[in-house]
Each structure stands twice: as C-alpha cells, then as structure tokens.
C-alpha cells in the first residue's frame, strides 16, 4: 500500500484530502505545515506528497526545496494543492521541484488522477533502450505543458520563445530550473535580462517555441527536442 503525506494548514481540506485518499486505497499521514511534515519525514518515508503553499512556520516551496535537496527524499513525488494558479506561481513551485501543480477549488476525483499518475511516472524511464522520446512525456504539448515537463524531468536546455511582435526570448535552464533569460528584438538587439526577461517571455503572445536539452540518464545523453506552433489570439486576430 503507498503512503502519502498530505501537508495543509486548513483543517477542513487536509481532512477531506486525506479521507479521499484513504477510500483510494492509500495509507495517508498529515501534516499542518512543512515544519511538522519534515519532523515526521525524519521518522516516515512515504510514497508522495501532497502539499499546500501558503502555510504558516514553512510554506510549501521551502518544503519542497529542503527535501530536493536531501538525497533521501529528492526523489519523492510532490504535487503542490494551491489557490495561486498563474504561470508564475507554477513555475515557482515547478522550479524549487515540485512534479505537478493543482489549483483550488479542485476535485477529488483529478487529485487522485493526478496523484496516481505521478507515482506511475516515476516508474516509467524518460526514453526507452533505444533512446527514443517517451510519448507519455514529450509529445506535441503546450507551451505551459512544456515548461512542466522541463522543470518536473529536471532537463537542462535552452528555450527559445517567439513572440508575436517577432521578439526572441531565450531561457536557460539548469536541472529543471530557469538561470537565465534574455530578450532580444529582430534585429538582435538587447531589450531585457534575467528576471524582467523571464516575466516578459511568460506574458506576451507566442508564435513559436523550441526547447533542446541534453539529460543524463542511466549513463545515456537524451537529446529532447519540444516544438509546436502555438496559435495565440493574437495571431489568428
């Protein structure tokens, strides 16, 4: 039987969160904050995690960034329960490594889906013996789908992003985690850098994006290419 740890200062949701997972067969152990969810992490190990982000003494993205940094539990499957459901707010959680995002109000039913779909992923190898792309994680998938599956899989890569004004944008990534960023016009020239890039790149209209990245994997190089046309409001306007 898998066990979760369900994190969550709302009384009412961390028991409805755990009685759901409890009539899915799971054994479920809770926590009120991430202080209390590393106090019991020292004695438990546990399948996944299920976790808010605002919460008092330890919000959720530093619970998540102290356990991706201890070897015993940085393989753990997190899923982050939050009412912060931006672009920006997910790639925070994605990138401190967090497996998946699920905004509230949310449904019972898709946070078992959710929850079962990460604890079989993590049992599924990135690329098969032949090094071909898993379709189950690199398919024809969406810009936001994308950044997902760059930060989730930890890859390491270059993003580059075009915009609908013919901007280029260009993100780095190191493990899953954005390092850099830079906006350029047509022409070449520099517009912004790093943060102010970062946040342009995620807001404005896209035409096209292309993602290639190298990822070890059981002593093998994976080069993964992610691109798809993206046809924004604006370009069909």
């Given at each position: 039987?898998?066990?979760?740890?369900?994190?969550?200062?709302?009384?009412?949701?961390?028991?409805?969160?755990?009685?759901?997972?409890q009539a899915q067969g799971f054994h479920v152990a809770t926590?009120?904050?991430?202080?209390?969810?590393l106090k019991q992490l020292g004695t438990?190990?546990?399948?996944?995690?299920?976790?808010?982000?605002?919460?008092?003494?330890?919000?959720?993205?530093?619970?998540?960034?102290?356990?991706?940094?201890?070897?015993?539990?940085?393989?753990?499957?997190?899923?982050?329960?939050?009412?912060?459901?931006?672009?920006?707010?997910?790639l925070q959680g994605l990138s401190?490594?967090?497996d998946d995002f699920l905004g509230k109000p949310f449904s019972l039913e898709e946070l078992v889906y959710r929850i079962n779909r990460l604890l079989t992923n993590q049992q599924q190898p990135l690329v098969n013996d032949s090094l071909d792309v898993n379709p189950n994680h690199l398919g024809q998938v969406s810009f936001e789908q994308a950044l997902d599956l760059i930060c989730s899989h930890q890859l390491?890569?270059?993003?580059?992003?075009?915009?609908?004004?013919?901007?280029?944008?260009?993100?780095?990534?190191?493990?899953?985690?954005s390092v850099?960023?830079?906006?350029?016009?047509?022409?070449?020239?520099?517009?912004?850098?790093a943060s102010a890039a970062l946040?342009?790149?995620?807001?404005?209209?896209?035409?096209?994006?292309?993602?290639?990245?190298?990822?070890?994997l059981d002593n093998a190089v994976l080069v993964s290419r992610i691109t798809r046309i993206v046809e924004s409001e604006f370009v069909r306007g």
């Open positions: 039987m898998k066990k979760l740890l369900v994190v969550e200062d709302d009384p009412l949701i961390r028991q409805s969160v755990a009685l759901a997972l926590a009120e904050d991430g202080s209390a969810a438990d190990q546990v399948d996944g995690i299920v976790c808010d982000i605002a919460m008092p003494s330890m919000d959720g993205i530093e619970l998540c960034r102290t356990l991706r940094l201890d070897a015993r539990t940085a393989r753990i499957p997190f899923l982050f329960l939050s009412a912060y459901q931006g672009i920006e707010d997910r401190v490594g967090a390491s890569g270059l993003l580059n992003v075009i915009l609908s004004d013919n901007a280029v944008g260009q993100v780095w990534f190191e493990d899953g985690r850099a960023a830079k906006l350029e016009s047509a022409s070449g020239e520099t517009l912004l850098e946040e342009h790149i995620l807001r404005a209209p896209r035409t096209f994006f292309h993602f290639s990245g190298q990822q070890t």
